[in-house]
């Protein structure tokens, strides 16, 4: 029979974080180190109940980068099993804003990368394609114009 607690999907959001880079211009994306799991990916974490997604990929920014976000595009939902139980992360483009990025237990380092160097830290594939999905949605906006490539 389905229908119980491990059916029901964990939902979480996070954002492909993005900015200019201060020195040069050239577009960086954000990825977060979490020693827990000694992985690199995208800011993001599980949904507090009635949490709008949105909300709370931002709020998730926040916590674990130090910086505000300005929320762009909507990014494919990516679906994978976390410890048996199926898990559903809604992702959005947003442009980094100000803040400062203070280390705590659950991620203790970001990098700012091109897109190229982003792709090859990421540890999941799944995430990587999150990267192509934004420079998609940049070129799609004008924003990607200044010789950014994949």
Not at 5 to 11: C, I
Not at 86 to 103: D, M, N, Q, S
Request: negative net charge; hydrophobic residues 35%; contains cysteine.
């Amino acid at each position: 029979m389905t229908g119980g607690p491990e059916d029901t999907p964990v939902l979480a959001a996070g954002c492909v974080l993005w900015r200019r880079s201060p020195a040069g211009g050239a577009l960086e994306v954000c990825l977060v180190h979490r020693p827990k799991y000694d992985d690199w990916s995208h800011p993001k974490g599980k949904l507090r109940r009635g949490e709008d997604p949105l909300a709370g990929a931002l709020r998730e920014v926040a916590e674990e980068t130090g910086h505000t976000a300005a929320p762009g595009a909507e990014l494919p939902t990516v679906h994978y099993l976390a410890d048996g139980r199926p898990k559903e992360v809604r992702y959005w483009a947003a442009e980094a804003g100000a803040g400062t990025f203070t280390p705590d237990d659950e991620v203790d380092r970001i990098v700012w990368l091109p897109p190229a160097e982003a792709r090859a830290r990421l540890t999941r594939p799944r995430d990587r394609e999150l990267v192509d999905e934004l420079l998609a949605v940049l070129r799609r906006t004008g924003e990607a114009s200044r010789g950014d490539t994949p």
